[in-house]
């Protein structure tokens, strides 16, 4: 597609219940980042992918959280016993270079996002 | 450490008149990145624009301006001659050399344009 885009934009679980979130990158775009947005916050950095490889997964708050990127195109962030504490928006953004050069700090494209609600 | 802060949460405008968006970032590199993102209500953030640390050139585009001041650690953001469809969320983002892989957000400042 033309942009980033991700799914469900829509998720209300249970308290305890697993949550899978999907992005599907921009074609082609090498790197894949995953963000959190409370209420009312700007986004918080989870992880990122370049490629098939995760190279930073610090900001990932618990074990709980697990990302894939195992082709090296779409991602799924996974949140196991979901707590209420975890209700937020995802967002998820990709970039056309890896950020291992000097040029490459490049500009995000970002989806609309998936926002979670936990009861 | 690095930090964005974004001290106005709202700022309320009538339509023509200009506003200006303030963002003061902490950094100890000497090599980063500067962003502005707008978060319509639709969710997604667009980007706006992109200076790094060795360009301290203002620059416009239309409407928007953008005055980058390492002396004082500032990016701020003008929109002249608002308008209704610029309300939105504009979020400050940095990113550093040391920082890895991480961008920093800003809080964000959300603008009401009114008619």
């Known amino acids: 597609g033309a942009g980033v885009s991700q799914s469900p934009r829509y998720k209300v679980a249970k308290r305890g219940q697993d949550v899978a979130l999907r992005c599907d990158p921009i074609?082609?775009?090498?790197?894949l980042f995953w963000y959190q947005q409370a209420l009312g916050q700007g986004p918080e950095f989870l992880t990122y992918?370049?490629?098939?490889?995760?190279?930073?997964k610090s900001g990932l708050p618990s074990d709980r959280f697990f990302a894939e990127r195992p082709e090296g195109s779409v991602s799924t962030l996974k949140i196991q016993r979901t707590q209420q504490e975890d209700s937020a928006v995802y967002l998820c953004?990709?970039?056309?270079?890896?950020?291992?050069?000097?040029?490459?700090?490049?500009?995000?494209?970002f989806g609309a996002g998936t926002r979670l609600s936990v009861l | 450490a690095q930090k964005v802060t974004q001290a106005q949460t709202e700022i309320s405008v009538v339509e023509k008149e200009d506003v200006t968006l303030d963002c003061v970032y902490e950094?100890?590199?000497?090599?980063?990145?500067l962003f502005w993102y707008k978060q319509p209500p639709s969710g997604e953030l667009v980007f706006l624009i992109r200076?790094?640390?060795?360009?301290?050139q203002n620059e416009i585009s239309g409407r928007y301006s953008w005055n980058f001041q390492k002396s004082t650690s500032s990016f701020n953001f003008t929109i002249t001659a608002s308008q209704v469809v610029d309300s939105a969320v504009y979020f400050c983002a940095l990113t550093a050399n040391t920082g890895g892989f991480k961008t920093i957000f800003g809080a964000g400042t959300r603008l009401f344009v009114k008619a």
């Open positions: 953004a990709s970039s056309p270079t890896g950020l291992t050069s000097v040029e490459a700090k490049n500009i995000q494209y």
């Open positions: 200076r790094n640390s060795f360009d301290e």
């Open positions: 074609s082609g775009h090498v790197s």
């Open positions: 950094t100890r590199d000497t090599t980063y990145y």
């Open positions: 992918f370049q490629n098939e490889a995760q190279l930073d």
